[in-house]
């Protein structure tokens, strides 16, 4: 984790958010967040790469709405599994998204950014 957490500070300039949030096991910690201003990713250990995204848009609902329609057979697409965002898919390539419009992303150390 801090492999990767490193390789985005210094190649892309991120800084890490959301210290400390997660936890941890013999092999260290399980996640870790990096924002550049604009963009908040969380990389969570034990998948390759990003495995989280948070997404600002207007209509996080509507867009999960629009994921049953065009996935109705696919219900692990677009039923919400995390409490407390406003609306969470799986794109199909079975990545995380947290969309929302008033709850936000810190997007750089202690500033979150949001819609309203």
């Known amino acids: 984790m801090d492999r990767k957490l490193s390789f985005y500070a210094h190649v892309f300039a991120m800084s890490e958010v959301e210290?400390?949030?997660?936890?941890?096991?013999e092999r260290g910690r399980t996640r870790g967040c990096v924002a550049d201003g604009f963009v908040?990713?969380?990389?969570?250990?034990?998948?390759?790469?990003?495995?989280?995204?948070?997404?600002?848009?207007e209509d996080p609902i509507g867009v999960t709405a629009r994921m049953r329609e065009a996935y109705p057979s696919r219900p692990e697409l677009w039923q919400v599994t995390r409490p407390g965002v406003e609306s969470h898919i799986l794109d199909v390539e079975r990545n995380n998204l947290s969309l929302s419009a008033s709850r936000g992303w810190e997007v750089a150390p202690g500033f979150w950014?949001?819609?309203?």
């Open 113 to 116: 950014d949001k819609l309203s």
């Open 19 to 25: 210290v400390n949030v997660g936890s941890a096991d």
């Open 40 to 57: 908040n990713i969380c990389l969570v250990r034990p998948r390759e790469g990003a495995d989280h995204f948070g997404v600002l848009i």
